[in-house]
């Protein structure tokens, strides 16, 4: 039977090399999760050209979700429905990965809602 590696979403913004870094380590085996989506706010973010290296080069299957709003200001309702719509059917766990702590504190509130 094949093992299940649990599957997290990445919260960037940013230029994605922490990124890149962790799809790199998951490819060497180095360590035993699958990224298995991505979330922006920033459709011209560095992390969603990483993405597309990693589902070509390493054959990994990264799903990516673009979301209006500004780092550091929390979303509408129907953003932070959309995020956690998307982080329920491709993940067991968000990770946040740069940005600041707003989007964090919405992030975990809407998914511990969620899950409870």
Known sequence: MA???????????????TFR???DAIHDG????DVTGVI???KDAGILEHV??????YGMDIESLVVEGR?????????QGRILDFVGSCAESLVLMGGDGNHGRTAR???ERRCS
């Open 21 to 23: 870094a962790t799809v």
């Open 52 to 57: 597309k290296y990693a589902n070509s080069a």
């Open 30 to 33: 180095i360590v035993d999760f």
């Open 109 to 111: 509130r809407g998914t």
């Open 3 to 17: 093992e299940h590696n649990p599957g997290v979403v990445i919260w960037g913004d940013g230029g994605g090399s």
């Open 40 to 42: 922006t706010t920033d």
């Open 71 to 79: 780092p550091g200001r929390r979303q509408d309702e129907d953003t």
